[in-house]
């Protein structure tokens, strides 16, 4: 699934990954109204709402990237409801010949470790038969469990050809209460990076691992030490746009040969028409504006790559 990643990336020129982690309030008013119309002020009226927003989105910006990132938790919080919502999501993007990465962000140990791999990543046994939970390409997984939480995970990418993005510096403000924490003198987060460049060799695509690594965009500093520490994992960018990454701060992310990163932005593209810049589309055309915001991205982050070379 790797080398499809990076073909992916090479094919539409786009290092970036369109975050689906849709909030209720990013719904544009007409397809609220027309769920709540169907289905009632309802945890399922709330769903209908968010599959179709996200639907729309696919649709007018699956042409430009090469994958998106469901965040499970955006449809875990309406029940029942918002997982059938979450599943809908990644068979329709992978029907658009996307890669799906489900941002879950799971951490265990022994068999509940090897059950989140199979429910996301795997085939679950049901008596003589054999089903396709969620069926996401990539997961991202938690290590503060070390070897034990992230083995199960490698077991299960060793047999369906899948991977996984291990959290190493995340990019939220207070990331470093614990991932910046000074052992024997190195941070922890590059120990961790050392970590995911082990266990990457274990699973190997052809020119990059099936293990990559979550660094946020707003520490470029430490990104430009991790990319050296594992040159072989591809690096899941977030932070971009909303958080304030900008297209300069991620050219240390890749590698020489302009691989390497892949770039992740949720609220910006999938809410874009509430941004000033998009506003003129208007909320009747919100997935014109999502489209807007991925061609703003892409070139942004071109632009970046081409003037430090």
């Not at 691989?259 to 992740?264: D, T």
């Amino acid at each position: 699934m790797i080398n499809q990643l990076v073909k992916g990336i090479k094919e539409k020129d786009a290092p970036i990954v369109v975050g689906l982690d849709p909030m209720l309030s990013y719904v544009p008013e007409h397809l609220v109204k027309d769920a709540f119309a169907a289905y009632g002020e309802t945890l399922e009226g709330a769903c209908e709402a968010i599959w179709q927003f996200n639907k729309e989105i696919v649709d007018k910006t699956y042409d430009l990237i090469p994958a998106v990132k469901p965040q499970i938790a955006m449809y875990e919080q309406f029940g029942l409801p918002g997982l059938e919502a979450f599943k809908k999501t990644v068979d329709y993007c992978k029907e658009k010949g996307l890669v799906v990465i489900g941002d879950i962000k799971r951490g265990d140990i022994g068999s509940t470790s090897a059950a989140y791999a199979v429910g996301h990543l795997g085939k679950v046994q049901v008596g003589s038969k054999t089903y396709v939970p969620f069926d996401e390409d990539f997961v991202t997984v938690n290590p503060y469990l070390g070897s034990d939480g992230v083995n199960p995970f490698l077991d299960v990418c060793k047999e369906e050809k899948k991977g996984i993005f291990v959290l190493v510096k995340t990019s939220n403000p207070s990331s470093g209460e614990f991932q910046d924490q000074l052992v024997d003198g190195r941070p922890l987060y590059e120990l961790v990076g050392e970590k995911v460049a082990a266990w990457g060799e274990q699973h190997m695509g052809t020119d990059y691992s099936y293990v990559g690594a979550v660094v946020g965009a707003t520490y470029p500093e430490m990104g430009k030490v991790l990319r050296k520490v594992m040159p072989k994992a591809y690096i899941l960018v977030p932070g971009y746009g909303a958080q304030g990454g900008k297209g300069k701060d991620l050219v240390h992310f890749f590698n020489e040969d302009g691989l390497g990163a892949i770039v992740n932005s949720s609220r910006g593209i999938i809410a874009a028409y509430k941004q000033e810049k998009y506003a003129a589309i208007g909320a009747e055309n919100f997935g014109d504006a999502s489209r807007a915001a991925v061609e703003d991205m892409i070139a942004d982050i071109r632009g970046a790559l081409e003037n430090s070379k």
